[in-house]
């Protein structure tokens, strides 16, 4: 049977009250996900309000980066050490933060080398950009983006890793990226880590797909062979749609 991951990324909505009750809502909305391992990726201050009791077994939290560093005077930052008390898994390198923080592929890499080194399972965000795409480029651009995040890591560093393909030009747009134009770059990022880390490596390597994912669109990602999960944005901010992708992924499961 196969076992997918699906993730909310809130990005910077929230607050506590709202994500305890969130969280309430969805855990009544998702009784049982037994294939489906869901991840809350939330802003920082929630994931410390989040009633720990809710969080078991296939409900885990995650946040939504961390520092290269595990400790410093680096006002307003928070670092592995940090996040490992309350959380399991951190996203490293999404496209607004590469856009919006100028993240380097360097830096990218230092803070996945600062997610294992903490124990945390790295979901690594890549993906090419509109120009990219349409230059016939979007391959060659998400090989490089794996390629430079990895640097310094080992194969057995990565045996958490998850990689999200996300295509900048599907994010937040409502733009929907037909899932036929995702099998290219799947196997492309899976060939890479082969590359660099031999068969046993890649095989264990979970790839997610993130870019507009709604309740109407999941089930033909997942369906996309080599996809091992979701990372949802604006459609994970109503536990009601996210509970839905979580159900559409149970039963994609159980095909
Ligand atoms: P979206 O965001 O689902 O709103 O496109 C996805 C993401 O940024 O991870």
């Not at 990226?177 to 490596?201: F, W």
Request: aromatic fraction near 4%; hydrophobic fraction near 40%; charged fraction near 25%.
């Amino acid at each position: 049977m196969k076992q997918f991951t699906i993730v909310a990324n809130w990005k910077m909505h929230f607050g506590p009250t709202e994500a305890v009750s969130y969280t309430k809502k969805l855990k009544a909305k998702i009784v049982d996900h037994k294939s489906v391992t869901v991840v809350l990726a939330a802003p920082s201050i929630d994931l410390v309000a989040i009633d720990k009791p809710a969080i078991r077994g296939h409900l885990l939290l995650g946040a939504q980066d961390l520092n290269a560093k595990d400790e410093g005077a680096n006002t307003g930052e928070i670092s592995g050490p940090m996040v490992r008390q309350v959380a399991e898994y951190v996203i490293v390198g999404h496209s607004e933060r590469r856009r919006d923080q100028k993240e380097t592929d360097k830096q990218i890499a230092a803070k996945l080398a600062a997610a294992v080194r903490n124990d945390l399972k790295p979901i690594l965000c890549v993906g090419e950009k509109l120009a990219d795409r349409t230059n016939g480029h979007s391959t060659a651009v998400v090989v490089d983006q794996v390629t430079a995040a990895l640097h310094g890591v080992t194969a057995d560093d990565i045996k958490d890793l998850q990689i999200a393909y996300e295509p900048v030009w599907a994010i937040g747009t409502g733009e929907f990226c037909p899932p036929e134009h995702l099998s290219p770059v799947v196997d492309a990022i899976r060939h890479t880590v082969e590359h660099l880390y031999g068969e046993e490596a890649s095989s264990r390597l979970s790839i997610l797909y993130g870019g507009s994912v709604d309740p109407d669109n999941a089930s033909a990602y997942l369906a996309v062979e080599g996809v091992t999960g979701l990372l949802v944005g604006g459609a994970s901010l109503n536990a009601e749609s996210f509970g839905s992708i979580v159900r559409a992924a149970q039963d994609e499961a159980l095909k």
